[in-house]
């Protein structure tokens, strides 16, 4: 008998045919971005390498866009924003040792913000594998040992038979829930030999669904129907499983107060009646979440910025949605639903039924009141003007990505980014360089969009090479950098715990020089002006920098 599945598997004529007579010339790169082609990459990023030439002497034999950056973790950092904005793995492609070890940062907080990026790297010569110490050039005892502790899998290929596979296996694994970087090897010699296998021409690697349990879904809508305060905390998987419909649609059912975490800002309507912003760094809020008696917590695990540096002691029964297994019930008991959030937020729509609150906008007003009288006391109004200036000058569709430098940590709290999946920061691993390199990445990802980007000073001197690729490939990246002379938050910190500063003031360079001398277009704005100044360089094609010089503040902790 003759199965259905048994005909799709037998090859066509022409396949046959171009098995038996593959083109000249190919190598074992070939069999790379033949494999990412097949699998619907259309754009790589990365940095070539001596080991790596075999990938990049065959991208020219692709159709394969490549984006070629200065340093490998701004490559790294580029591929996490393309993988964010897109929901499709991006590929990384690096060479051995150096090359590779300097990814390093990058792939962490690509792990950490769950962002799907395929790094692929060369290794040394297959005979330099297993830990001895043969002297090639590059060589460690054990590349993958330095990544397994940061990227989701870890796959080496010691064949070129084993490209294929181990690329797709691979792929899989990055956008499996949660999303996250993965890392595959491949050596110097494998990549470089000739090759007589057949043109790879599709690879199946569609990823596995997380459903959540139903007794679990089901145990979890009786506790929320039964509520009298229920409350929701949105992470960044509900931005990343685009569940942000979903999360209204319970959020109004139920009359529950939703705040954001920064991860997950634009998940809910930032002027929304049951909107309590993203506040999660204020006491007021901490208070409010303690006090529910049902507090549904989505794509969130909970951690340092999320419990307002863990002093959220919650009273009520906790409810916590989170496809990362280890993050789940990892810092508060909880009915753990290990699952995709689009999916779990789909079977509580299925089965909780309306629940009818009057007080719950008002008690939110009353939230809100308070934090804004917390900060109005403090005097803030010179960093509350740029949030708003940034906010008017900014289209509200269009992608921002944040350095970690002052203005961002009020932008976590802050600022409404309007719409799910366009505010971006480097929160999740705490990395300095983020958000240069990552607008880059955004502005491959989509064109059609301005892109800005956040940066203090410190951070910005780690990017300022990539001035050259924002103005070789000609992308639409608006850099922002507020100069204040130093690391201002570490200025902060140390001043408050030990009364005086090491290390932290920097002497810098004439940024808007430095950038004329790149031909990239510079501003130098002040706070009255930066509104306009800024909205000038977004609605300017190709790379612009705006330069404010600014002493910014950050507001008074509560959790101590």
Do not use: C
């Not at 940095?47 to 984006?67: I, K, T």
């Not at 490998?72 to 964010?84: I, K, L, P, S, T």
């Not at 929304?272 to 506040?279: A, N, V």
């Not at 208070?287 to 340092?304: K, N, Q, R």
């Amino acid at each position: 008998m003759t199965h259905d599945h048994d005909l799709e598997l037998r090859p066509t004529p022409a396949q046959t045919e171009a098995a038996l007579n593959p083109p000249p010339g190919r190598t074992g790169g070939d069999l790379v971005v033949e494999t990412l082609a097949g699998l619907g990459a259309t754009t790589v990023f990365g940095l070539p390498g001596q080991h790596a030439l075999g990938m990049f002497d065959a991208l020219r034999r692709s159709d394969l866009r490549y984006v070629g950056l200065r340093v490998e973790n701004n490559a790294g950092f580029a591929a996490d924003a393309y993988g964010r904005i897109t929901g499709e793995a991006a590929p990384l492609l690096l060479s051995t040792g150096p090359g590779a070890l300097t990814s390093l940062a990058a792939l962490q907080e690509a792990r950490a913000a769950s962002a799907p990026v395929l790094a692929i790297a060369s290794q040394v010569p297959t005979a330099g594998l297993g830990g001895g110490r043969h002297g090639y050039l590059h060589e460690l005892p054990d590349q993958a040992a330095s990544f397994r502790g940061v990227v989701k899998s870890v796959h080496t290929v010691r064949a070129q038979s084993q490209i294929p596979s181990a690329i797709a296996e691979a792929w899989k694994s990055a956008l499996t829930a949660p999303h996250g970087p993965v890392w595959v090897e491949i050596p110097q010699d494998v990549l470089a030999a000739t090759t007589s296998l057949p043109v790879v021409t599709a690879a199946d690697a569609t990823p596995e669904d997380l459903p959540p349990r139903p007794e679990l879904t089901a145990l979890a809508a009786h506790l929320l129907s039964h509520a009298d305060r229920p409350a929701i905390i949105a992470g960044g998987g509900v931005v990343r499983a685009d569940a942000s419909g979903k999360l209204r649609k319970l959020a109004e059912r139920l009359q529950a107060p939703v705040v954001t975490t920064p991860g997950g800002k634009g998940a809910f309507p930032w002027s929304h009646p049951l909107s309590l912003q993203s506040w999660m760094e204020d006491r007021h809020t901490t208070d409010f979440l303690e006090d529910a008696d049902v507090l549904l917590v989505v794509g969130s695990g909970l951690g340092e910025l999320s419990s307002n540096y863990h002093t959220f002691r919650p009273r009520g029964r906790v409810i916590q949605v989170e496809a990362d297994l280890g993050k789940l019930e990892a810092n508060h008991p909880a009915l753990g639903i290990h699952a995709d959030a689009r999916l779990a937020l789909q079977a509580l729509l299925e089965t909780v039924p309306p629940r009818e609150d009057t007080t719950a906008p008002e008690r939110v007003r009353q939230l809100l009141s308070r934090v804004a009288e917390r900060l109005a006391a403090q005097e803030l109004t010179l960093e509350q003007s740029l949030l708003a200036s940034i906010r008017k000058a900014l289209p509200a569709d269009a992608p921002s990505f944040w350095d970690m430098t002052i203005l961002s940590y009020w932008a976590w709290s802050a600022f409404d980014a309007r719409r799910p999946n366009t505010m971006h920061s480097a929160q999740g691993a705490g990395g300095l360089g983020y958000a240069f390199p990552a607008a880059l990445g955004a502005a491959v990802a989509d064109p059609t969009r301005p892109v800005l980007a956040v940066s203090g000073d410190g951070g910005a001197l780690y990017s300022v090479a990539e001035l050259a690729t924002a103005r070789q490939h000609d992308l639409n990246v608006t850099w922002l950098i507020v100069d204040d002379g130093g690391y201002g938050i570490l200025r902060e910190y140390m001043r408050d715990a030990y009364g005086e500063t090491t290390g932290t003031e920097l002497t810098r360079p004439d940024f808007a020089a430095l950038a004329e001398s790149f031909g990239v277009p510079a501003i130098r704005t002040t706070p009255d002006t930066l509104e306009q100044d800024l909205t000038k360089a977004l609605t300017s094609p190709g790379p612009t920098m705006v330069v404010l010089p600014a002493v910014l503040r950050m507001f008074a902790p509560t959790h101590q």
